[in-house]
């Protein structure tokens, strides 16, 4: 169990690594969700399943299913089929399945074992969990709803049309030298020159 | 890995690359939180991570949306290029 956690915790690291050292968007968002499931396997061998599941739910799940639809998103040009060709190639898809291939064989040997290996620390279930989040917590919850709710409408107005059109009059001058070529991984050498 | 989220804020000048460091510190937070927790065999640990990861849903929610207005408005990613705020 100890050997599980160690191995997963470098998977970990090594992914982060990656996911900050890459120069493509995709590739790092592949390297990221590596990572956040790395960190699910490090949290099971914490004696946190709960959260575990948490994590590969929501952050390998709803949140890097944000940040792939704002990736495919942004970039709609004549070269895009070109661009998600390189981004995608096979080549890419190397590293992220080979640390993946080595979390998938931990979890295989721990749904083999299961029972058999006693965790190194309690565990902590989400009996206990729940009953400390609408106990003493309560009202941390609320604020949880609270903010929730605020990043929805905020999030709302922010992407919305009307907005958009209201602010971008002033930015005219700006967008008609740009609109060839707008680039996700443009650099700062062309970046506007009003902006400096 | 929360000394390598804040690497890639402060190196990378690409807006996607910023919103995935801060997503790498929060989650580093979280596994502290969590492996506290484990040490003393408190729930209270979780708890926080619940509430970190309701931090950081909404705040990738909030982020990607002022990408999108970045990216329409200055057909860049890059941050400097909305450094034309005057006083």
Request: proline share 3%.
């Amino acid at each position: 169990m100890e050997a599980i956690f160690y191995i997963a915790a470098i998977v970990a690291v090594l992914a982060t690594v990656l996911t900050v050292t890459r120069l493509n968007p995709v590739h790092a968002l592949l390297y990221l969700t590596v990572s956040l499931l790395a960190v699910a396997v490090v949290f099971y061998t914490l004696g946190a399943p709960f959260m575990a599941a948490l994590e590969v739910v929501i952050y390998a799940g709803a949140i890097m299913v944000l940040f792939v639809f704002v990736v495919m998103l942004l970039n709609l040009g004549r070269h895009t089929v070109d661009l998600e060709r390189s981004w995608l190639s096979p080549g890419a898809f190397v590293g992220p399945a080979i640390l993946a291939a080595i979390l998938v064989g931990e979890v295989s040997y721990l749904l083999a074992r299961s029972g058999t290996l006693t965790p190194p620390v309690a565990e902590v279930g989400p009996h206990q969990v729940a009953l400390a989040l609408y106990g003493p917590y309560l009202l941390g919850v609320e604020l949880a709803s609270f903010l929730l709710l605020g990043a929805l409408v905020g999030a709302y107005h922010v992407g919305s049309r009307r907005a958009q059109g209201r602010t971008t009059v002033g930015s005219r001058s700006d967008r008609t030298g740009l609109a060839s070529g707008g680039d996700l991984v443009r650099t700062g050498a062309d970046r506007p020159s009003g902006a400096a | 890995m929360f000394a390598l989220g804040l690497i890639g804020l402060l190196v990378r000048r690409n807006l996607l690359f910023i919103l995935m460091a801060i997503e790498v510190m929060l989650n580093a937070a979280g596994l502290a939180f969590v492996s506290a927790g484990a040490r003393w065999g408190q729930a209270d640990g979780q708890v926080m991570f619940l509430f970190i990861l309701t931090v950081a849903a909404a705040e990738v929610a909030v982020g990607l949306a002022l990408l999108l207005r970045l990216y329409h408005r200055f057909h860049s990613l890059d941050v400097d290029a909305a450094s034309e705020m005057r006083g």
